[in-house]
Nanobody
Framework: EVQLVESGGDLVQAGGSLSVSCVAS????????IGWFRQAPGKEREGVSC????????TYADSVKGRFTLSSDKMKNTVYLQMNSLKPEDTAVYYC??????????????WGQGTQVTVSS
């Protein structure tokens, strides 16, 4: 059974930092790319970042470029999203998802349950 479990969501002040993680089981990060998406209340889900399973390359949405950093630890089968200089507009439920290649387009094969990130002004 494949599972993606996010953790680390929290309430932080604007300008602060937070790291959220995604632990994968049932798949290997060598075989799958991991994308992070977020959905704010009343808004559509949007792609945030993705890390390729094949070469470790990363892509970022323009809205987070320079502030967010995505990394992976294949020994732990875990992906980390480091978020710096957080803004209130970063408030959302953050989801990780697994697919064979990075893409902002869904569908991804597997999804986590999400973790809430709230940034106060």
């Amino acid at each position: 059974e494949v599972q993606l479990v996010e953790s680390g969501g929290d309430l932080v002040q604007a300008g602060g930092s937070l790291s959220v993680s995604c632990v994968a089981s049932g798949i290997l990060l060598d075989d799958y790319s991991i994308g992070w998406f977020r959905q704010a209340p009343g808004k559509e889900r949007e792609g945030v970042s993705c890390i390729s399973g094949s070469d470790g390359s990363t892509t970022y949405a323009d809205s987070v470029k320079g502030r967010f950093t995505l990394s992976s630890d294949k020994m732990k089968n875990t992906v980390y999203l480091q978020m710096n200089s957080l803004k209130p507009e970063d408030t959302a439920v953050y989801y990780c998802a697994a697919a064979k290649v990075c893409s902002w387009l869904e569908p991804y094969d597997y999804w986590g349950q999400g973790t809430q990130v709230t940034v106060s002004s």
